[in-house]
């Protein structure tokens, strides 16, 4: 995945621990997401952001939080981890609102136990 | 995007034949649709794109159609290769980022 680095790509953490993701590009691209895959859904966003410390909450929100201090990195936090946040997590990147072709790291694989 | 159970749906298809994997979208305001392809422990990767007002679009040994009388979306892969097997999902787009919905796939096996 050219231009995107997601780290970790693998976590297992404990129940009610603070978790960081974090997301890097080298892009310049303006607008970053965060999605989470779950069997049975398709992607769904979490967060995004369309500039330095402009961020937006997406449609599962809850438990999350995100920063983005620089234009290269986009940080996913998980305030408290729980089971139902076991997820693989995609960060994207995309050079405009209007371009849906977005470019996806790798992913990180969270384990909540 | 298909509203599924766990299990993806599963398309396999002879080396060298042509892959035919559908999905039906939700929303008929959508006006721009994209297909992925994921590769196992990999993240999603576009195809192609196309938008409300085409019918049909051709890429690289791919072509999306769209059907808007019936919701419906394909992507037809010439000459299939190994190399293709993946799970491949749609997206809908109303417009905004915040309007994006992707589907849950379905996974084509290529048999050598």
């Known amino acids: 995945d050219a231009g995107i680095t997601q780290s970790p790509r693998h976590k297992v953490t404990e129940t009610g621990t603070p978790v960081t993701l974090r997301c890097h590009q080298t892009?310049?691209?303006?607008?970053m997401y965060w999605y989470r895959q779950d069997p049975g859904h398709g992607l769904r966003l979490i967060h995004y952001s369309y500039g330095v410390k402009d961020t937006d909450k997406g449609e599962v929100s809850d438990g999350y939080s995100v920063s983005r201090s620089k234009t290269e990195d986009f940080l996913l936090t998980l305030e408290s981890a729980t089971s139902s946040q076991t997820s693989v997590y995609f960060c994207?990147?995309?050079?405009?609102?209007?371009?849906?072709?977005?470019?996806f790291g790798s992913g990180t694989r969270l384990t909540v136990v | 995007g298909e509203s599924v159970g766990l299990h993806l749906p599963t398309l396999s298809v002879q080396e060298g034949d042509n892959s035919i994997i559908n999905c039906a979208y939700s929303?008929?305001?959508?006006?721009?649709f994209i297909w992925y392809k994921q590769e196992s422990g990999k993240g999603p990767q576009f195809i192609i794109d196309?938008?409300?007002?085409?019918d049909k679009r051709q890429g690289q040994r791919v072509t999306v159609l769209l059907n808007k009388t019936v919701k419906h979306l394909s992507l037809q892969i010439a000459a299939t290769q190994p190399g293709d097997s993946a799970v491949y999902f749609c997206?809908?787009?109303?417009?905004?980022?915040?309007?994006?919905?992707f589907g849950i796939g379905t996974k084509l096996q290529v048999i050598p």
């Open positions: 997206a809908e787009s109303l417009g905004g980022y915040q309007k994006v919905t």
């Open positions: 196309i938008r409300s007002n085409m």
């Open positions: 929303n008929s305001a959508s006006d721009y």
């Open positions: 994207a990147i995309s050079e405009s609102v209007e371009n849906y072709g977005y470019t």
């Open positions: 892009e310049n691209h303006r607008y």
